[in-house]
């Protein structure tokens, strides 16, 4: 008879042997949970970044393993990668999420990128404890979710835009029916009605591709009581906001310095959509549409925070929005347990919930 320890090895030894055959090399790197991210600027080369700071390894690699490595990863993603299509943007089977650049794209060496599958099922209260933000913070967005608050995530690459959004998600009522929508499928929310859809790139022919625009208007057609886009980037973010004007609650993230710039990089990406589109047109329905904005940042030692909470009151002079600060992260403070300046408790005209504190100071980001 196997004993206990007998049996978790034999589970564990397939998932050991098909890591190994499909990731060679790099298969110690992917199995540690402290590693978030590795790419390869050539194979000798190859770098990870652990707790947001990176690190040089150990690992070499000839052109031939990189080669190899990349093809056994593209045949499961489905995705190509050619002279006619020097880039590929695909997801792994343990949901990692690969990136490619060959030449004459690259100097001489193929640049890849695997962003590690690590923390995207974390809750809301999971990302407390780990210092991203306060109870205090916690307990409003989760208020923000239930009213069906539409919510933009914005900060810079690897900030954890994606996790705080999927956790975002994952504190929505539980009878609600989500839609996302994503280049490469990323989000897992912890809910029963969810439907994830994901963009498809032309064939040989240039035939077959769908956009993230297409999706969206897609999405409108399956009955969602929330609709989320993994992140807005081009002209797919008017139709977002036309989605979220007529009534449907959303969320997605965007890149960003600030709540600020995200406010002002969100006034200008719809104008791509096409010439008949006018800065004039797009800040109404910026303003009318989004209502909250989180930023969050990842800091020189590798800590990820929410550092800043903002509404949108509704109001307009020019193009200018105007933003009411409600939670600002005090950076005066050393603690590992993040602590903020808060408003007044009430933002005007807009549909944003009370908030509390014991620190009534206002800050003004208008």
Request: net charge neutral; hydrophobic share 40%.
């Amino acid at each position: 008879m196997q004993s206990s320890a007998q049996i978790r090895a034999v589970e564990i030894e397939p998932e050991q042997n098909e890591r190994e055959t499909n990731f060679g090399p790099l298969a110690s790197l992917m199995a540690d949970p402290t590693i978030e991210e590795i790419w390869i600027n050539s194979p000798n080369r190859i770098f990870v970044a652990r707790g947001g700071v990176s690190e040089l390894t150990n690992i070499v690699m000839s052109v031939g393993e990189v080669r190899a490595l990349i093809e056994r990863l593209l045949m499961w993603g489905g995705r190509r990668l050619d002279l006619s299509n020097p880039f590929v943007d695909a997801r792994l089977p343990d949901g990692s999420r690969l990136h490619v650049a060959i030449p004459e794209i690259t100097a001489v060496h193929w640049a890849v990128n695997i962003r590690k599958h690590l923390v995207r099922g974390k809750s809301l209260a999971d990302l407390t404890a780990m210092g991203v933000m306060s109870s205090e913070v916690n307990k409003f967005l989760q208020r923000c979710v239930d009213d069906g608050i539409n919510i933009l995530v914005s900060g810079s690459t690897q900030a954890g835009k994606t996790t705080l959004l999927n956790a975002l998600i994952s504190a929505a009522p539980i009878k609600s029916r989500v839609i996302t929508i994503e280049e490469v499928f990323e989000l897992k929310p912890k809910l029963p009605d969810c439907v994830a859809l994901q963009t498809r790139d032309a064939n040989l022919q240039g035939d077959g591709e769908i956009p993230l625009r297409r999706l969206i208007k897609e999405a409108l057609r399956m009955r969602p009581s929330r609709l989320v886009v993994g992140e807005i980037r081009e002209a797919e973010s008017l139709d977002l906001l036309i989605a979220l004007n007529s009534g449907l609650p959303g969320m997605a993230t965007i890149h960003a310095n600030s709540a600020r710039d995200a406010i002002s990089k969100l006034q200008t990406l719809p104008l791509l959509a096409g010439e008949n589109i006018s800065h004039r047109f797009i800040t109404p329905v910026v303003a009318a549409a989004i209502d909250l904005i989180v930023h969050v940042e990842l800091d020189g030692t590798g800590a990820r925070r929410v550092s800043e909470i903002v509404a949108i009151t509704g109001r307009v002079e020019g193009d200018l929005i105007e933003i009411e600060a409600i939670f600002t992260l005090d950076r005066k403070t050393n603690s590992n347990q993040p602590r903020y300046v808060t408003g007044l408790g009430k933002v005007r005209g807009s549909r944003i919930p009370n908030y509390e504190s014991d620190n009534r100071r206002r800050s003004s980001l208008s």
